[in-house]
């Protein structure tokens, strides 16, 4: 089955939207070349910025040179980063009607205004550990003072049980070089299921293999947990995004589609390891036992 994400954008423009792929490029590595800056923050720990481009009008976050986030800042609700419309067409390909959906990591809010314009009768709860990115957020990525934000880490948020149950959860944490350890074990993806609804969504955005020598394992710790994923892998900057499903049934494989370009899915299985990629072979089930001497084989720092 194929869906086109690009079908139920609201409202149709005249104009057709940019390729983004090729935008993205110049947003790798920092700022582009006559980007204005808005807002800088470096101390000892973080060096944050916010930076802004006229056409097209873009809005990003950058942890050191990382990308963190971008927003269209004059349609917020169509994702620029191809992840982000990946969970949104796959979720929406599902015909999911969520009456909860929960954030973890705010970022530049792309995912947050997306869900709002296309779920607009949900209650939407984000969790952010920064409170630096929740006060960018508020400034400059279209927050409003409105919108129900928890300071907090969000296996901690989780494991509290105090946020209730979600039909729909988002966990946008993780990068290529940031790995909060804490959340890549067995453990905190059993909070993350019981936080789920009988016929729940997770939706992770993960470095791939290429730039994440630890994928693997966090591919089959989750198996564990979940027993069956999906995983879309995005084309221009090494994403993939991984689905996860407290019912391993509800997950069905649905080719997405976005600014003309098809992405299969890949179906992983628990009970069907040899159909796993390469790079899981070796792969093992991270726990808070062994994850900090699974890491130190990688020399990655827990």
Known sequence: MTLNFLSWRRPRRALPDPDWSLILVELEDGPPEGAT????????????RVAETQDPPLRMMYFEDNLHGVLNTRHPQDPVLTYVALMMGYARGLNLK???????????????HAAAAEWPAAELVSVEINPR????ARRFFLLSPEARVEENDIRHALEAGDLGTFDLLLCDCYGAHDLPPHLMTRNFMQAVATSLENDGLAMFNFAG???????????VTMLDVFGRLILLQTAEAANVAVFAA?????????????????HAPLVLDRNDPEAWPEFMADAVVLDDDNLSDTLDEFGLCC
Do not use: K
Request: net charge negative; charged share 15%.
């Open 133 to 136: 990115v929740i006060e960018l």
């Open 98 to 112: 969520p009456a909860r959906i929960l954030m973890g990591g705010l970022g530049g809010c792309a995912f947050l």
């Open 209 to 219: 293999a290429d730039a994440n020598a630890i994928f693997g394992h966090q591919l």
């Open 246 to 262: 407290t019912d391993p049934n509800h997950l069905t494989p649905l080719t997405v589609s976005w600014q003309e370009r098809a």
């Open 37 to 48: 800056l808005l807002h800088e923050y470096q101390d000892d720990f973080e060096w944050l």
